[in-house]
């Protein structure tokens, strides 16, 4: 009986500190530890936008985040989970090197029983979101930026009739590709496109080129081989999966003292300011805080345990297939980016 009372009251006095460590704002040592990667920190969008975000997000909910570079490796980053789990970290947030690997990666959390937040790169294996019950995605709809994009290019095209050089009704484009495989390029590249056949204008692709980086120094190289092309004199338009991309066929242009019409994907920074000098005619809002913030969320509820990951945020899962809190796309154009600085 005298123990039973013990017991009671220690646990009454513990008890409050408990709490306190779990739910305060300081990250103390008995704070979540999330254990997260960026697939490359040469990535304009990944270690510009989003990691700080992550990073000043986590630290402001009380949780300590530890963000590695997984430096394009699939390998790399499996290795990187091993090390994480062997450390005991709360959670995992996972930036997919390999959008085709998330099994490897899934197995690996389900084997530790720790929850596992994916982010930016959808898994493309399909079941795998419901083959372990603690894992969700954050990220986009990938198609959206796609159609924003190319409604946005249909609109100033048709309302921009000398930009169809040649007088042929077509467009003669190019289009700098991220990732292949990625659900983002893939889904940019087809319905940024598709926006002109649907809208019943003609296109013609001169050229198409990857890269799986997604960077500006590809976007340079590329641009400036189809400027000095058999066909570099007939491009109409030029179509950018990203804006780290974008950027580099900026430079191309500008050293080739060419000007075309170009559009991106990301609304960095540095895009809102070319847009400023008509450099750039549009963008699409990829909303690298606010998806930091939902992978951050979620991350720390499943690390509590919770059943329901969005309980208490500002969102919500898409299905029970999927998984995903996907995160809406804006446009953004000469005319409103400047609400977006
Ligand atoms: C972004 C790209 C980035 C890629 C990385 C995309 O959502 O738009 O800029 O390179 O994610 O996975
Ligand atoms: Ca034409």
Redesign the pocket.
Known sequence: MKKTILFIAVAIMVLPFAVFANGGSEAGSDSIVIGANI?SFA????NGVMKPELESYAAANGAEITIVDSEGQQAKLNDQIDVFITKGVDVLAI?LVDPASASSVIEKASAAGIPLVLF??EATEAGVMTSYDKVWYV??DSAE?GIIQGEMMVADWNANPDWDKNGDGAVQYVLLK??PG?P?AEARTKYSVKAFTDAGIKVEELALEADPN?STQHGNDKMQAWLSSSFGNDIELVIC????MAFGAINALKAADVWLPLYG??ALDQALTHIADGEMNGTVL?DGVNQSRATIDLAINAAKGMDDVTAGTNWTLENQTTKAVRVPYVAVTPENYQDFR
Do not use: I, R
């Open positions: 697939y990535d304009n969008f990944m930036n930016n790169k990220g986009t930026s991220g990732e990625h983002d997604w999966n990203n804006d780290g994907v990301d990829n």
